[in-house]
């Protein structure tokens, strides 16, 4: 009797698994499936004269604005792709590839993108809209707010370069495009509104959008480096970064305002480098424990271990510390000046410093707001250059 129940059970598994594995490979064979090649094919007479009329005349005004702006700017878009050499656990050298986007900005092949596209590339190639493929130079990049220029040589061939607008003019609700290049699918348009502005979006330890512009269009992998258009036609920002807690686009994307790229793009296309104000000091953020510890006057604030010897912050007489003690795994030097503001903006970490002095140039005056011996001090500074980038 056990033995017929065995086998009775053995069948009913037996067949439970042909079920199983029927269902699997209906599934594989017949079920939905994620493309494997994706290529665009022109249909005959599709860019007939007559057939472009036609088909504009069905459209809305808004789709109108879509199609015209896609028109003028999708040629200037570039995918861009880069090669570079890692090393495994073995110290092995292993090939890395990796893409983004970019636009034309000037005739003479100037492209900007983001600074994270490019870095450590080793080789760049530029593929424009109409698919012609150019081998591209790095010029220069502003690392702190992730910007990189690059070049190719168009020789004879007239390149179409977007208008750069003006990002200070932007409101909540206005209509923006993104063209880009999404998981390697070349000239992919997007379109959504500015659904707010003036975030600081910190996208990494030294790397931030400063002034951020936060967008509902689509922006995926791929897209980071392409442009943010209004509905003039005008670049107004520079795809960047998403927030993505799942993984995918959650309808929040951050894009860097087009003016603070232009300033940095006329640097590196006139000069080869960017001018980056430059403080000249090494600071520890203070608050809590360590402000008790130390008897500082003030908390949530920054303590100057040293003030570049040269340098702006000591010319203008800030004085960083002149002993050294122990606080826990780490030797502070102690005795330096706190500094709460700068230009009356509050300063607590060297983020806000960088946020603080983003905006100015080598030369302007400051205004640096310090306590010494629990009395409190403004002292003005004129910036200075950063050599390194």
């Known amino acids: 009797m056990t033995a017929a129940n065995n086998s009775h059970r053995a069948r009913i598994v037996l067949a439970a698994l042909v079920l199983i594995f029927g269902a699997y490979w209906a599934g594989a064979r017949f079920g939905r499936r994620q493309p494997t090649n994706v290529e665009a094919l022109l249909l005959a007479g599709s860019n007939s004269p007559t057939s472009v009329s036609q088909r504009d005349a069905a459209l809305t005004d808004d789709e109108s604005i879509n199609v015209r702006i896609y028109r003028l700017a999708s040629p200037a878009v570039a995918n861009i792709l880069t090669k570079a050499t890692e090393y495994d656990f073995f110290m092995d050298p292993v090939p890395v590839e990796g893409a983004g986007s970019g636009f034309v900005i000037d005739p003479r092949g100037y492209i900007l993108t983001n600074y994270h596209v490019v870095e450590g590339a080793q080789s760049i190639e530029v593929v424009l809209g109409d698919q012609s493929h150019y081998a591209a130079k790095f010029v220069g990049a502003d690392q702190r707010n992730d910007v990189a220029l690059l070049k190719i040589e168009p020789k004879e061939k007239h390149l179409v370069a977007l208008s750069l607008g003006d990002s200070s003019s932007l409101q909540v609700g206005q209509k923006v495009l993104a063209i880009g290049n999404p998981f390697g699918f070349q000239s992919t348009l997007t379109t959504g509104v500015v659904s707010a502005l003036g975030r600081t979006v910190q996208t990494s330890q030294s790397t931030f959008i400063d002034e951020a512009i936060q967008t509902d269009a ?149 205004t640096v707001t310090v306590y010494r011996g629990g009395k409190k001090m403004d002292i003005p500074v004129k910036l200075g250059e950063r050599t390194a980038n």
């Open 218 to 366: 689509a922006i995926n992998r791929g897209n980071s480096g392409g442009p943010l258009i209004n509905s003039h036609g005008q670049v107004i920002g520079i795809n960047s970064a998403i927030y993505t807690p799942s993984g995918t686009t959650a309808g929040i994307g951050f894009a860097i305002p087009v003016n603070t790229a232009k300033n940095i793009a006329t640097d590196l296309m006139t000069d080869g480098r960017v001018h980056r104000a430059f403080l000249g000091v090494e600071t520890l953020p203070i608050g809590g424990w360590l402000s008790e510890a130390l008897d500082l006057p003030v908390k949530n604030s920054l303590l100057v271990e040293r003030a570049t010897k040269g340098g702006p912050a000591a010319a203008a007489g800030i004085q960083g510390g002149n002993r050294v003690v122990a606080a826990g795994m780490r030797r502070i030097a102690i005795g330096g000046d706190v500094i709460t503001a700068i230009d009356n903006q509050k300063v607590a970490s060297q983020l806000d410093v960088n946020l603080a002095l983003n905006h100015k140039r080598p030369g302007d005056n400051i």
